[in-house]
C-alpha cells in the first residue's frame, strides 16, 4: 500500500512512470515507446477529468476519491440503467412523452413537522428517520400502470452508491438501501411521494432529482426537478444516537437561539447574554462548510461522535485554520476583542463569507460558536461553566502553585495554571463505542488548551464516566477529570531551599459548575453531575478508579492545620474601592499565634498573574476557640492603573501557625463591578412596523474610556453593525439608536455589550414580544445579511 505522497506516482509495471521517463540514459531497457507513454498520460488525464478517480491514479488498481465537500455535487447525470440495456439504433433516441417539470417540497408543512421551521432558509430542511412529503409535477396525467417513478438522493462530488452517498428510490439492480419511499394515491398530474431517510443517514445538503423509467430499461432523470434537501440530526427519534428523551430539553437544547454564557465567580456568577442564533440566514450553510473544511469523509457524517470531535478542532485556527483565532495577551489590534461578542452569528457568516479565521475569542467565545454549529445540526448542546478549573500539565491530578519564602506567587516557577472559571461544551448522545450507562451528556472542549491525537481539541468525554472516575475511555476523559478533581499544592522553599510542600487545598478546583437553567435565565448548578461531594465514600472510590487508570496523586500530605481561614470581599467597584475581610478560628483549645501574609494580584481571568498590587503582613493571636477577625482597606488607586481584561483581582493570603509551624493558604477571586448599559425599545413592536432600540451608556467614572465597542443583537432575529467610540468623556453619556422592522411575530431577547479595556465588559438585555399586526401593511424590504 502507498504511504506517501512519491508512492502514490501513476504506476506502470510496479514502477512509477516518473522512473521510466527520468532513465532513458541509464537505462533503455525500462524506455517505453514515446507513443505508449502519450496513450499512458492520455488516459490518466482523461480519467481525472471526468471525475471517476482522484489526484492519484494506480494503474492496475484503481481506487475511487474519498469525498470531502458537502457544497459539490457531480456533473448532472441524464440517466442511470437499470440493468441489461436493451439495444437500439445510436442514432436513434426514442421520445418520452412523461415529463416531471417540477417538484413541490412542501417544506414550510415539512419543516414544522421536523422541527426546522425556525430555519431562515426557503428549503427542505428534514430530520433523519423521519418521514417528508414531496409533490411530483408531471406534464399530463400520470399512470402508475405505465410509468415507474425514481427518485434520487446525492451527497457530495463523487456521489456512489456502494458508499450510500448516492442513493434511488425504488432500488434498483439490486442494491440494498435503509431509505424507504412509497408512492401515495392520487390522481391528475400531481403525484404524492413519501421518504424517510435511515436514523443514522448522512447529515449534510442532498441533491434530489425526480427521474422516470424509460422504454430502454433505464431512468432518464428530470432536470427540472433537480432540488436541495438538507437532512439533520433528529433527537426526537429515539432511534437516533442524539434521541433527547425530554421534550422540554429538546426545546432548550436543540430549538433555543437566545442562552446566557456565564463567567464571573462560583458566589456571583455574571450571565453574558449570547445570540446562539442556529436558524438565522446563512448559519446552516456555514456550519456544513465548517464539515467540508474539517476533511471529514462524507460516510462519516452520520456518526455523531465524529462529528462532534472533528467539529471541536475545526472552531479553534490553532493548527487546521478553523474558524477562531484565540488571543489572551489583551492586545487585540486588527480584530474584535472577545469579550464585546454577544452572539455567533457575525462570527460564522464572517467565517463563511471570507474564508479566513475570525480574530479574536477566549473560551466562552469558542463554547458559544460551538453550541451553535451542534445546535444547527440537530444534536443538542449547552454551555457549561467550570469555576476554579485546573489545567493539570502533567497528569498528576495537582495544581502546582510555587511561592517564594516571603510567601508571593512564584510566576516564573509555576507552570500548572488554575483559571478562574473555564467554559466548554456538552452535547448529548449515546456512545455505542463505550460500555452500557456511559450515554448522554458528554465533555466536548474547543479551547485550544492541549493536543488530542495531535490536533487541538478535547472529547466527547462521557460525563458519568469522568464523575466515577473511570477515565479510560475515550475520549480525553483523564484531561477533563483533572479539571474538576485536582488539588491544589502549594511549595515553599524550606531551611535548605528545597521546595517543600505547605499546604494543600482538595475542594476549591471544580468549585462549582453550571449552565443555563431550562426555560430561566438563571444559573442552574450541576456540580453533583460531575463529581461526589468531597469527603464521602462515593468520592474516595472516584479517585482510586482514577489511580487505577494510572492518574496519581502524589502524596501523602502532611495534615492539615487546626486553625481556620475565611475571606469575605465587600461590593467591589471598579473605581470606588472595597474592604476585604480575614475571619479566623482556632479549633483547637491550645493559644495560636498566626503570621499572615497578604498578597493582592491583578490576574486573567485563565488564573495567570498580571501584577501584584498589594503585600501586607498581618499577625493575629487566638486563644482556645476564638473566632477573630482583620480588615483590609482596598483604594482603588492600587489597581486601577493596572486592570487587564474582565478586572478581575485575585488575594492570596497565607499563613503560619507559630507553635505547629503549619500553613494555611486560602484563595479569593474579586469580580469588579461595573456601570450600567440600559436599552430602550419602542412599546408594542408590530410585524411590518419601523421598532426604535436605543442603547445608552453613562461613563460615571472620573476617567476618559478610549476605543469603547458597542454591539447590539436581537437574538436569533438581527444582527446590527457594531459602533466604536475612540473616546468617551468622563460624566458622559453616548447614546445609540437603531430602527429595524420585523418580518414575523415572535419572543425574542434584545442583548447589547459596551466593552472598553480596562473596564470590564458590560452586558444588558431586554426581552420583546413582537405581534401580529391586524392590518397588514406592505413590509420594508428585508435585506440579506452576508
Known amino acids: 500500500m502507498c504511504n506517501s505522497p512519491q508512492d502514490r506516482n501513476s504506476t506502470l509495471g510496479g514502477l512509477p512512470l516518473s522512473q521510466y521517463k527520468g532513465n532513458q540514459q541509464s537505462s533503455k531497457i525500462h524506455s517505453p515507446p514515446?507513443?505508449?507513454?502519450?496513450?499512458?498520460?492520455?488516459?490518466?488525464?482523461?480519467?481525472?477529468?471526468?471525475?471517476?478517480?482522484?489526484?492519484?491514479?494506480?494503474?492496475?488498481?484503481?481506487?475511487?476519491?474519498?469525498?470531502?465537500?458537502?457544497?459539490?455535487?457531480?456533473?448532472?447525470?441524464?440517466?442511470?440503467?437499470?440493468?441489461?440495456?436493451?439495444?437500439?439504433?445510436?442514432?436513434?433516441?426514442?421520445?418520452?412523452?412523461?415529463?416531471?417539470?417540477?417538484?413541490?417540497?412542501?417544506?414550510?408543512?415539512?419543516?414544522?413537522?421536523?422541527?426546522?421551521?425556525?430555519?431562515?432558509?426557503?428549503?427542505?430542511?428534514?430530520?433523519?428517520?423521519?418521514?417528508?412529503?414531496?409533490?411530483?409535477?408531471?406534464?399530463?396525467?400520470m399512470s402508475p400502470y405505465k410509468h415507474l417513478i425514481y427518485v434520487k438522493f446525492e451527497i457530495g462530488d463523487h456521489a456512489s452508491t456502494i458508499k450510500g452517498t448516492k442513493v434511488i428510490l425504488p432500488p434498483v439492480m439490486g442494491v440494498e438501501t435503509d431509505w424507504k419511499m412509497e408512492v401515495m394515491p392520487f390522481s391528475g398530474h400531481k403525484v404524492p411521494v413519501s421518504i424517510t431517510p435511515p436514523s443514522d443517514c448522512i447529515v449534510g445538503r442532498f441533491r434530489m432529482t425526480i427521474g422516470i423509467e424509460t422504454p430502454f430499461n433505464e431512468i432518464l432523470w428530470q432536470p427540472g426537478t433537480v432540488t436541495d434537501v438538507y437532512i439533520l440530526f433528529n433527537p426526537w427519534?429515539?432511534?437516533?444516537?442524539?434521541?433527547?428523551?425530554?421534550?422540554?430539553?429538546?426545546?432548550?437544547?436543540?430549538?433555543?437561539?437566545?442562552?446566557?454564557?456565564?463567567?464571573?465567580?462560583?458566589v456571583n456568577p455574571s450571565p453574558v447574554p449570547w445570540n446562539f442564533g442556529q436558524f438565522q440566514q446563512?448559519?446552516?450553510?456555514?456550519?456544513?462548510?465548517?464539515?467540508?473544511?474539517?476533511?471529514?469523509?462524507?460516510?462519516?457524517?452520520?456518526?455523531?461522535?465524529?462529528?462532534?470531535?472533528?467539529?471541536?478542532?475545526?472552531?479553534?485556527?490553532?493548527?487546521?485554520?478553523?474558524?477562531?483565532?484565540?488571543?489572551?495577551?489583551?492586545?487585540?489590534?486588527?480584530?474584535?476583542?472577545?469579550?464585546?461578542?454577544?452572539?455567533?452569528?457575525?462570527?460564522?457568516?464572517?467565517?463563511?463569507?471570507?474564508?479566513?479565521?475570525?480574530?479574536?475569542?477566549?473560551c466562552w467565545v469558542y463554547a458559544g460558536v460551538f453550541n451553535t454549529f451542534l445546535r444547527c445540526l440537530g444534536i443538542p448542546a449547552r454551555v457549561i461553566t467550570n469555576y476554579?478549573?485546573?489545567?493539570?500539565?502533567?497528569?498528576?491530578?495537582?495544581?502546582?502553585?510555587?511561592?517564594?519564602?516571603?510567601?508571593?506567587?512564584?510566576?516564573?516557577?509555576?507552570?500548572d495554571s488554575l483559571w478562574n472559571y473555564h467554559c466548554w461544551n456538552e452535547c448529548y448522545m449515546d456512545r455505542n463505542d463505550l460500555p452500557n450507562g456511559l450515554g448522554g451528556w458528554q465533555v466536548v472542549d474547543s479551547t485550544p488548551q492541549e493536543t488530542s491525537d495531535g490536533m487541538y481539541r478535547c472529547g466527547p468525554s462521557s460525563v458519568e464516566a469522568i464523575k466515577h472516575g473511570l477515565i479510560c475511555y475515550p475520549f480525553d476523559a483523564r484531561f477533563v477529570f483533572a479539571e474538576v478533581n485536582s488539588d491544589i499544592v502549594f511549595h515553599a522553599p524550606g531551611p535548605t531551599g528545597r521546595l517543600e510542600v505547605i499546604f494543600v487545598d482538595r475542594t476549591t478546583v471544580g468549585w462549582k459548575l453550571v449552565t443555563k437553567e431550562i426555560g430561566r435565565r438563571a444559573p442552574a448548578d450541576i456540580t453533583?453531575?460531575?463529581?461526589?461531594r468531597e469527603g464521602t465514600v462515593e468520592s474516595e472510590m472516584t479517585v482510586k478508579n482514577a489511580e487505577q487508570y494510572g492518574c496519581r496523586r502524589k502524596g501523602p500530605y502532611a495534615p492539615p492545620s487546626d486553625v481556620e481561614l475565611k475571606v469575605e470581599v465587600s461590593p467591589a467597584l471598579v473605581y470606588e474601592g472595597f474592604k476585604v475581610t480575614l475571619h479566623l478560628t482556632n479549633l483547637s483549645s491550645s493559644s495560636r499565634t498566626i503570621d499572615l501574609y497578604v498578597s493582592g494580584n491583578v490576574v486573567y481571568y485563565t488564573g495567570v498573574h498580571s501584577t501584584q498590587f498589594k503585600f501586607q503582613n498581618l499577625q493575629a493571636a487566638l486563644t482556645g476557640w476564638e473566632t477573630a477577625t482583620q480588615t483590609l482597606a482596598i483604594d482603588s488607586s492600587e489597581y486601577e492603573g493596572k486592570l487587564v481584561d474582565q478586572g478581575m483581582l485575585l488575594f492570596f493570603i497565607v499563613g503560619n501557625v507559630k507553635e505547629t509551624n503549619k500553613a494555611l493558604i486560602t484563595t479569593k477571586v474579586v469580580n469588579m463591578e461595573t456601570p450600567k448599559l440600559t436599552i430602550m425599545v419602542s412599546e408594542n413592536p408590530m410585524v411590518g412596523d419601523v421598532m426604535t432600540i436605543r442603547i445608552e451608556f453613562k461613563n460615571s467614572s472620573s476617567h476618559d474610556l478610549e476605543d469603547t465597542y458597542l454591539h447590539l443583537e436581537i437574538a436569533g432575529v438581527w444582527v446590527f453593525a457594531p459602533k466604536t467610540y475612540k473616546k468617551i468623556l468622563s460624566n458622559t453619556t453616548v447614546t445609540w439608536v437603531e430602527s429595524f422592522v420585523p418580518r414575523r411575530a415572535t419572543r425574542a431577547l434584545v442583548i447589547a455589550s459596551l466593552y472598553s479595556s480596562p473596564l470590564p465588559p458590560v452586558y444588558t438585555e431586554e426581552e420583546i414580544h413582537i405581534r401580529e399586526n391586524a392590518v397588514q401593511p406592505e413590509l420594508y424590504p428585508f435585506p440579506g445579511i452576508f
Open 34 to 141: 514515446a507513443s505508449l507513454a502519450k496513450i499512458l498520460s492520455f488516459l490518466q488525464q482523461r480519467l481525472k477529468m471526468e471525475g471517476v478517480f482522484g489526484q492519484d491514479i494506480h494503474f492496475g488498481r484503481f481506487s475511487s476519491p474519498v469525498d470531502h465537500s458537502n457544497l459539490r455535487f457531480p456533473p448532472f447525470a441524464k440517466s442511470d440503467s437499470l440493468g441489461v440495456k436493451t439495444v437500439q439504433p445510436r442514432i436513434f433516441q426514442p421520445p418520452v412523452e412523461l415529463v416531471a417539470e417540477d417538484v413541490d417540497t412542501n417544506y414550510t408543512r415539512n419543516n414544522l413537522d421536523h422541527h426546522t421551521n425556525l430555519f431562515e432558509e426557503q428549503a427542505l430542511i428534514v430530520r433523519r428517520g423521519q418521514q417528508f412529503e414531496i409533490n411530483i409535477l408531471f406534464n399530463q396525467e
Open 282 to 362: 446563512g448559519i446552516l450553510t456555514a456550519c456544513l462548510e465548517i464539515l467540508d473544511d474539517s476533511n471529514i469523509s462524507i460516510t462519516n457524517r452520520g456518526d455523531a461522535v465524529i462529528v462532534v470531535r472533528m467539529g471541536s478542532a475545526l472552531m479553534n485556527s490553532q493548527d487546521d485554520n478553523g474558524v477562531l483565532v484565540g488571543n489572551w495577551s489583551g492586545r487585540y489590534r486588527g480584530g474584535t476583542p472577545p469579550l464585546s461578542w454577544i452572539g455567533s452569528t457575525e462570527i460564522l457568516r464572517q467565517y463563511h463569507r471570507k474564508k479566513h479565521p475570525v480574530r479574536y475569542a477566549q
Open 388 to 415: 476554579r478549573s485546573a489545567h493539570d500539565n502533567d497528569g498528576n491530578l495537582k495544581t502546582d502553585i510555587i511561592l517564594t519564602r516571603t510567601y508571593e506567587f512564584d510566576r516564573a516557577r509555576t507552570r
Open 237 to 266: 427519534l429515539k432511534e437516533d444516537i442524539v434521541h433527547l428523551p425530554s421534550e422540554r430539553e429538546r426545546n432548550e437544547y436543540v430549538l433555543e437561539q437566545a442562552g446566557c454564557i456565564y463567567n464571573g465567580t462560583a
Open 528 to 532: 453533583n453531575q460531575y463529581k461526589f
